[in-house]
């Protein structure tokens, strides 16, 4: 009985990190764009939700993939600066 509820509360908490995980993805995402545009581009507080489906998919994947593009090159830039220093 015990490994059914470790098993339940293993997979709510993978949830809950993924959920938190693709949280922050997404805002960093809006943070660069928005840097990059030079505040051209405005964050959309309530993400896309008036747009269509095909196109919030879209802007979603794409500002996840622009967050973890930033933080994939921050990371070993950061280690690399700490590193030698």
């Keep these: 009985m015990g490994s059914i509820?470790?098993?339940?509360?293993?997979?709510v908490l993978k949830f809950i990190f993924a959920v938190i995980l693709g949280w922050f993805l997404f805002w960093t995402g809006e943070a660069i764009i928005t840097l990059l545009s030079f505040g051209l581009h405005r964050p959309r507080w309530r993400g896309y939700s008036g747009t269509g489906?095909?196109?919030?998919?879209?802007?979603?994947?794409?500002?996840?993939?622009?967050?973890?593009?930033f933080w994939?090159?921050?990371?070993?830039l950061a280690y690399n600066l700490l590193t030698k220093a």
């Design 5 to 11: 509820a470790e098993d339940f509360l293993k997979e």
């Design 53 to 69: 489906a095909l196109k919030w998919v879209f802007a979603e994947a794409a500002l996840v993939f622009v967050g973890f593009a």
């Design 72 to 76: 994939l090159v921050s990371f070993p």
